[in-house]
C-alpha cells in the first residue's frame, strides 16, 4: 500500500502554546487528505478534508481557528493545534486518499498530543 | 440508527480458525468499502477494498459484497494470535469522506 508519514509522532506541549503536525503522502500524490482524531477506546472522527490549494471544510462542531489546516502541495497537509488546552490531549491521525477508483484511504502513523 | 454498524466484540477465535466479521450499511448510494486492521495505540492499516458484489481474496483475507442486503464482511482465514486488533469497516457514499464502524475487536486464542 501506498506511504504516509506524519511527524512529530508524539509531542507534549504547555497549554496555550501551539502544536503543528505535518502528514505527507510519500509515494503518491494526495489531492485530497483528511485529519482525524481518536480518543482513547473510541472510533475514528473526522475532524476536516483538506483539499490541495482550498480551503479546508470541517466537520461539524470542530473550530477552525483552533486547528488550522494548510494542504498546500499535493504531498503535504498540515494541522496547526493553536491555543492548545488539556482537552485537546489525543491521538491525531492524518490519511492521504489515492487519485484512482475505489480512492483508498492510507492512514499516516498518527500523532500522540498531550497538553499539560 | 448508525449509518455503519459492527459487533464491537469481543469475538474470540481459536488460532487457526476462521474469524467472521460482519458490518451493516444504512445508505444505499455507497459504492466503496473499505476494511482496515488498527492495533491498540497505532493508526488504521488499509487490508482490503471492495465495490462490486461478490467477493474479493486477499492472502487469508476475503471481503464480501451484498449491495441489495447492505452489508459487507470479512473473514480471516487461518487466524494467528498477531491478527488480534480492532478491524474497522469504512464506507464511502457520495464524495470523498469514508464513514466508519465502531469497530470489532478480534482476539485469537494460541
Known amino acids: 500500500g501506498a506511504v504516509v508519514s506524519q511527524h512529530p509522532s508524539r509531542v507534549i506541549c504547555k497549554s496555550g502554546t501551539s502544536v503543528k503536525i505535518e502528514c505527507r503522502s510519500l509515494?503518491?500524490?494526495?489531492?485530497?487528505m483528511f485529519w482525524y482524531r481518536q480518543f482513547p477506546k473510541q472510533s475514528l472522527m473526522l475532524m476536516a478534508t483538506s483539499n490541495e490549494g482550498s480551503k479546508a471544510t470541517y466537520e461539524q462542531g470542530v473550530e477552525k481557528d483552533k486547528f488550522l489546516i494548510n494542504h498546500a502541495s499535493l504531498t503535504l497537509s498540515t494541522l496547526t493545534v493553536t491555543s492548545a488546552h488539556p482537552e485537546d490531549s489525543s491521538f491525531y491521525i492524518c490519511s492521504a486518499q489515492a487519485g484512482l477508483r475505489p480512492y483508498e484511504q492510507y492512514f499516516g502513523p498518527g500523532t500522540r498530543l498531550t497538553v499539560t | 440508527q448508525k449509518e455503519v454498524e459492527q459487533n464491537s466484540g469481543p469475538l474470540s477465535v481459536p488460532e487457526g480458525a476462521i474469524a467472521s466479521l460482519n458490518c451493516t450499511y444504512s445508505d444505499r448510494g455507497s459504492q466503496s468499502f473499505f476494511w482496515y486492521r488498527q492495533y491498540s495505540g497505532k493508526s488504521p492499516e488499509l487490508i482490503m477494498s471492495i465495490y462490486s458484489n461478490g467477493d474479493k481474496e486477499d492472502g487469508r483475507f476475503t471481503a464480501q459484497l451484498n449491495k441489495a442486503s447492505q452489508y459487507v464482511s470479512l473473514l480471516i482465514r487461518d487466524s494467528q494470535p498477531s491478527d488480534s486488533a480492532t478491524y474497522l469497516c469504512?464506507?464511502?457514499?457520495?464524495?470523498?469522506?469514508?464513514?466508519f464502524g465502531g469497530g470489532t475487536r478480534v482476539l485469537v486464542k494460541p
Open positions: 509515494d503518491f500524490q494526495a489531492t485530497t
Open positions: 469504512a464506507v464511502r457514499a457520495a464524495g470523498n469522506k469514508l464513514t
